[in-house]
């Protein structure tokens, strides 16, 4: 059996996985995520803000002292946050001596000018860089994570996993046959077009269209099968149309949600208020104000490539990473 630990720093959210694998078996003991908006400005000044960076810093620095806790419970006491100038405290052992760590970075990091401030930073939390890893390599790893464990479900399968900076699509059956990323993430075309008048949802669906003409020159789209969505975006339209009164895993993972009511909640979340997204009972507090985008972006896929509806899996590229380092 190997005990991993997994870290996928996205540019909305940071997320940790510590599980146990072992052959064909996972057992989760951890999987957090907080929003952090790292990616937040990246699309218009190119670089990670220090307030962003400083919120990452802190998460991880939460997530360091669970790695402790779950590799060796008398190194899991207080560490402190991130403070650049002073360092992190620190017991001495990394959490890479105690369990195998991989620390993967996405979409915002990849279009930033100062990453090595990111790179720094993590380092000095966890004792190992993190990989700033290509469109494909997400890709993969999103693929591995949404199939390892899925049965009874007709390949080929399409995933897509809708970032907070990008989308990526994979196309394959038991391995990867195609597969790209498009810079169509929900922060990101929130932030692109949102006015005075709120956010421009013709602006986004233009946007998205120019994708996905993209994207069809590079995977064969129309050979799929199955759609299965991936990330917050989609979890969270998934728990709107189950009409959950609280956010569950167990009951979204491996739900399909069809194609006629994915497009009524992305036209209707819009038009809400900021406090009417707030209270629906699934929200989280930080995908209040890009939901309606990420939305938006499933609708246009189902609706451009003609899928009648789209499997839901929890399971994703964070999955994929602890699965490439058992």
């Given at each position: 059996?190997?005990?991993?630990a997994?870290?996928?720093?996205g540019?909305?959210?940071?997320?940790?996985l510590?599980?146990?694998?072992?052959?064909?078996?996972?057992?989760?003991?951890?999987r957090?995520m907080?929003?952090?908006r790292?990616?937040?400005g990246?699309d218009?000044?190119?670089m990670?803000?220090?307030d962003?960076?400083?919120?990452t810093f802190?998460?991880?620095?939460e997530?360091r002292r669970?790695i402790?806790?779950?590799?060796a419970p008398?190194?899991?006491?207080?560490v402190?946050l991130?403070v650049?100038?002073a360092?992190?405290?620190?017991?001495g052992l990394q959490?890479?001596?105690?369990m195998?760590v991989?620390v993967v970075?996405?979409?915002?990091t990849?279009?930033?000018?100062?990453?090595?401030?990111?790179?720094?930073g993590v380092r000095?939390i966890f004792?190992?860089?993190?990989?700033?890893?290509t469109?494909?390599?997400?890709?993969?790893l999103?693929?591995?994570?949404?199939?390892?464990?899925i049965?009874?479900?007709?390949?080929p399968?399409?995933v897509?996993?809708i970032g907070?900076?990008?989308?990526?699509?994979v196309l394959g059956?038991?391995s990867?046959?195609?597969a790209l990323?498009v810079?169509?993430?929900?922060?990101?075309?929130?932030?692109?077009?949102t006015?005075?008048?709120?956010?421009?949802v013709?602006?986004v669906i233009?946007d998205?269209?120019?994708a996905?003409?993209?994207?069809?020159?590079?995977?064969?789209?129309?050979?799929?099968?199955t759609l299965?969505?991936?990330?917050g975006s989609?979890t969270?339209?998934?728990?709107i149309?189950?009409?959950?009164p609280e956010?569950?895993?167990e009951?979204?993972?491996?739900?399909?949600?069809p194609?006629?009511?994915?497009?009524e909640?992305a036209?209707?979340?819009?038009?809400?208020t900021?406090?009417?997204r707030a209270?629906i009972?699934?929200?989280?507090p930080?995908?209040?104000d890009?939901?309606?985008?990420?939305?938006?972006i499933?609708d246009?896929i189902m609706r451009h490539?003609?899928?009648?509806?789209v499997?839901?899996?929890?399971?994703?590229?964070?999955?994929?990473i602890a699965?490439?380092?058992?």
């Amino acid at each position: 059996m190997s005990r991993v630990a997994a870290i996928d720093c996205g540019t909305n959210s940071v997320r940790l996985l510590i599980t146990d694998i072992k052959g064909e078996t996972q057992t989760d003991l951890e999987r957090r995520m907080e929003i952090v908006r790292l990616g937040q400005g990246v699309d218009r000044t190119g670089m990670l803000a220090p307030d962003a960076l400083q919120r990452t810093f802190d998460a991880m620095c939460e997530y360091r002292r669970l790695i402790r806790r779950h590799a060796a419970p008398h190194l899991a006491g207080p560490v402190g946050l991130f403070v650049p100038s002073a360092g992190v405290a620190t017991t001495g052992l990394q959490c890479a001596d105690l369990m195998p760590v991989r620390v993967v970075a996405t979409s915002a990091t990849r279009d930033a000018t100062n990453r090595d401030e990111f790179v720094a930073g993590v380092r000095e939390i966890f004792g190992v860089d993190p990989e700033v890893i290509t469109g494909h390599e997400e890709a993969e790893l999103s693929f591995t994570g949404a199939t390892r464990s899925i049965s009874g479900i007709e390949p080929p399968y399409l995933v897509v996993d809708i970032g907070g900076g990008s989308t990526e699509f994979v196309l394959g059956n038991t391995s990867v046959d195609a597969a790209l990323s498009v810079d169509i993430g929900c922060v990101r075309l929130t932030e692109r077009h949102t006015g005075p008048d709120g956010l421009d949802v013709a602006g986004v669906i233009r946007d998205v269209e120019a994708a996905l003409a993209q994207v069809e020159q590079v995977v064969p789209i129309r050979t799929a099968k199955t759609l299965i969505g991936l990330a917050g975006s989609v979890t969270t339209v998934a728990g709107i149309a189950l009409d959950l009164p609280e956010y569950d895993p167990e009951k979204i993972h491996h739900s399909r949600i069809p194609v006629a009511q994915v497009h009524e909640i992305a036209a209707r979340l819009p038009q809400m208020t900021h406090e009417q997204r707030a209270a629906i009972p699934v929200m989280h507090p930080g995908r209040v104000d890009v939901i309606s985008t990420g939305a938006t972006i499933l609708d246009q896929i189902m609706r451009h490539y003609g899928f009648p509806d789209v499997v839901v899996s929890e399971h994703d590229i964070l999955d994929g990473i602890a699965w490439s380092i058992a």
